[in-house]
Every structure is written in C-alpha cells, then in structure tokens.
C-alpha cells in the first residue's frame, strides 16, 4: 500500500516556474516507478512525466519536453516535478501515481494515486 500527497501547486506567471513534490508513504516507494498525469477542467487526465524505480530512465509528453523535468530522492520517499517556462495551458490540477509493475503513459496501469495539487498559469 502506498499513500501519495501531492504538495507545491499555486498561481504562478506565463514564463515562471514551480516546483511539484509528491510524497509516498509505504516501505515499498522505492520499489515504484512513479508518474505525474494532469488534468483540466472539462478534459480527461493525460500523462505528464514518469521516472523508473531507480530515477535511471524517465519518459515525458511532448508537451512538456525541455520545460519540465522529473526526479526522485527515495532517502525521503519523494519525487519532483520542476516546471519551468510554464504556459496557460498547463493550468491543471496536477496528480502523482505509482506503478510497480512498469514504467509507463498508460493513466489505467497505475496502482495508487494523490489527491491532486492546483496549478494556475496566468497569461
């Protein structure tokens, strides 16, 4: 069982950068590949970024490619989204997920997930 809290949304400026945290609970955290998936409103959940057990590999959309970078600390059970050169269509609100068994886009594969944090770009 891991339990997820997703930390670190606000108001930020078209241009600017934030920093996501998203903090697991469970033994087992370092046993999952972790992903971060968003959604606006009147859209469905789309896939972000997501990083391997082991922080070796990762995968991001192309969406967000060069702007947005994902990382993990498992000493503190924790993974990160930095985002940076932020834009009005990144207003979403932002959840982190946990998939032991692969390292993937697929929203249905993961197991856990957060209740989510806010991010608002103002143009």
């Known amino acids: 069982q891991v339990q997820l809290v997703e930390s670190g949304g606000g108001l930020v400026q078209a241009g600017g950068s934030l920093r996501l945290s998203c903090a697991a609970s469970?033994?087992?955290?370092?046993?999952?590949?972790m992903g971060w998936f968003r959604q606006a409103p009147g859209k469905e959940r789309e896939f972000v970024a997501a990083i391997s057990w082991s922080g070796g590999s990762t995968l991001y959309a192309d969406s967000v490619k060069g702007r947005f970078t994902m990382s993990r600390d498992n000493a503190k059970n924790t993974v990160y989204l930095q985002m940076n050169s932020l834009k009005p269509e990144d207003t979403a609100v932002y959840y982190c997920?946990?998939?032991?068994?692969?390292?993937?886009?697929?929203?249905?594969?993961?197991?856990?997930w957060g209740q989510g944090t806010q991010v608002t770009v103002s143009s």
């Open positions: 997920a946990a998939d032991f068994n692969r390292l993937g886009q697929v929203r249905m594969a993961y197991d856990y």
């Open positions: 469970g033994r087992t955290f370092s046993r999952y590949n």
